[in-house]
């Protein structure tokens, strides 16, 4: 997919990773094409799947969600079935806000936010409840945030 970006569209990836909310007309004046170019292209870079969503990105604090962690899942086995029914479970939790299949000790390593941490440990005794599978978990509770984001540069 990289390999069809041109300089406009990595421009025009880069502006609205950066802010979301900016209109054809206000992108048009920043890149130098024309709204209705800017809008054939960002529909391109949707239907492409190289524009996966646009969201808001909220302050967890300020919605009473204050803890952060960070989840190393060990599993027993790797078979498809019950693979696919721990990927189901964290898939369908919202207070998981990503989950990646990692190498080394930990097979998983998710990231919960949650107000507390007796809601953090509730949602862990639902994960083992739901997940025989698991056989262990680590935690680590993120005591400040350095930096936060999704931001996938994209060079020119």
Do not use: C, H
């Not at 680590?138 to 945030?145: G, I, L, P």
């Amino acid at each position: 997919m990289a390999g069809k970006l041109d300089g406009l569209d990595r421009k025009l990836l880069t502006e609205l990773q950066q802010d979301g909310s900016l209109t054809s007309d206000q992108l048009a004046d920043r890149i130098g094409l024309s709204p209705s170019a800017i809008s054939r292209r960002v529909r391109r870079l949707e239907t492409d799947g190289i524009i996966e969503r646009r969201l808001a990105v909220v302050d967890p604090t300020k919605v009473g969600q204050s803890a952060l962690f960070i989840v190393g899942i060990e599993v027993e086995r790797e078979r498809p079935e019950l693979v696919q029914k721990l990927r189901a479970w964290v898939g369908g939790e919202p207070a998981i806000q990503q989950a990646y299949y990692v190498t080394g000790t930990a097979d998983y390593v998710i990231f919960v936010t949650a107000p507390d941490i007796a809601a953090f440990d509730s949602l862990m005794s639902d994960m083992m409840a739901a997940n025989p599978n698991v056989r262990r978990f680590t935690t680590q509770v993120v005591m400040s945030t350095v930096k936060r984001g999704l931001f996938v540069p994209v060079d020119s």
